[in-house]
């Protein structure tokens, strides 16, 4: 039950980047989990496979390290994966539920770019979006490492709100007819638990020092002070989302502005100038080691056995 008090905590009162669906069923598991008989949700919003339980590099040393690191030297390519919902802290993490967390991700960035064999790496995204705690600041770093090598975002097949900040972060973005990006924006929700504990004749008294100190309380109605400190972070954010997006992807802040965190699919995100092209995550990497082995013939003229397009075939099961 503890762990589920913890839990709730990253979902309510909380600005989160993340699809309004996906908030939904947390509260409803939240709901559910903790017999919440929750009356009132009040919602302050925004301003306006291939390889699914393996990471890079952790999951080499649990096992294919061999095949995986033949693999990277055969075509120069690291594959990460940014599954499901993301949040701050691996601690975070629920074994029953995909998640990936920022301090995951940032260590295998930093292993792929200190990494000799690695010329290129792709980000494998397929997330709802997650936590706003550590998200700014990891796409920070993509952002900056991009100009150390090549970073591909291949969005297999979401990237919604805080997965296609990280995604906006990478070089580039290449998206499937069917994939999706946006829901650049910021939502919150508050519990309000107080008519559960009416009826079950729970009256809970709190003593408190400073004015804020018990704003967002599940156990009283919603205060206008609360409301207005909420809404307050939530624009917080949802400023800094806007503007991280305008600045890595060359666009005005109007224009991200002007998406309402709507989300678009195939070539309506690529006219919009939130992805860059269009093709199968299969496609987008086998393009992507063929352009390496072009890199490296270049720089190495004499003749290879191995194909592109064979180099392209060894990490086809990292997507």
């Not at 929750?38 to 649990?62: C, F, H, R, W």
């Not at 638990?193 to 009256?203: A, D, H, L, P």
């Not at 972070?233 to 600045?247: D, I, K, R, S």
């Amino acid at each position: 039950m503890k762990n589920f008090f913890r839990i709730a905590g990253m979902i309510f009162n909380q600005p989160l980047m993340v699809t309004d669906a996906m908030l939904d069923q947390a509260a409803h598991w939240a709901n559910q989990q903790l017999s919440l008989n929750i009356l009132n949700l009040s919602v302050s919003a925004t301003g306006a496979k291939m390889m699914e339980d393996d990471d890079y590099p952790s999951a080499q040393a649990a096992r294919g390290d061999d095949q995986r690191r033949q693999a990277i030297a055969d075509t120069g390519v690291a594959v990460i994966p940014v599954h499901g919902v993301l949040v701050s802290r691996s601690t975070q993490l629920n074994m029953c539920e995909t998640m990936t967390s920022y301090e995951q991700l940032r260590s295998q960035l930093n292993t792929a770019l200190s990494d000799p064999a690695v010329e290129h790496i792709v980000l494998d995204i397929d997330s709802p979006g997650g936590s706003t705690n550590g998200a700014f600041e990891l796409a920070d770093d993509i952002h900056a490492a991009r100009a150390i090598k090549p970073i591909t975002a291949i969005v297999n097949f979401s990237a919604f709100s805080a997965g296609y900040l990280l995604a906006s972060a990478a070089t580039d973005i290449s998206v499937s007819r069917t994939s999706g990006v946006g829901s650049i924006g910021v939502i919150a929700k508050h519990m309000d638990i107080s008519k559960r504990n009416e009826q079950q004749g729970v009256k809970v008294t709190t003593v408190y020092a400073g004015a804020h100190k018990n704003d967002l309380t599940p156990h009283e109605p919603l205060s206008d002070q609360s409301l207005q400190f909420l809404n307050d972070m939530v624009q917080g954010y949802y400023e800094q989302f806007v503007g991280a997006v305008a600045l890595y992807r060359g666009l005005t802040a109007d224009a991200v502005r002007a998406t309402e965190a709507n989300v678009y699919f195939g070539q309506k995100g690529i006219d919009l100038q939130l992805a860059d092209r269009i093709e199968t995550p299969q496609m987008a990497v086998n393009r992507i080691a063929a352009e390496v082995q072009q890199r490296r013939a270049e720089r190495n003229p004499k003749p290879t056995k191995i194909a592109a397009r064979a180099q392209a075939m060894a990490i086809q099961n990292q997507l």
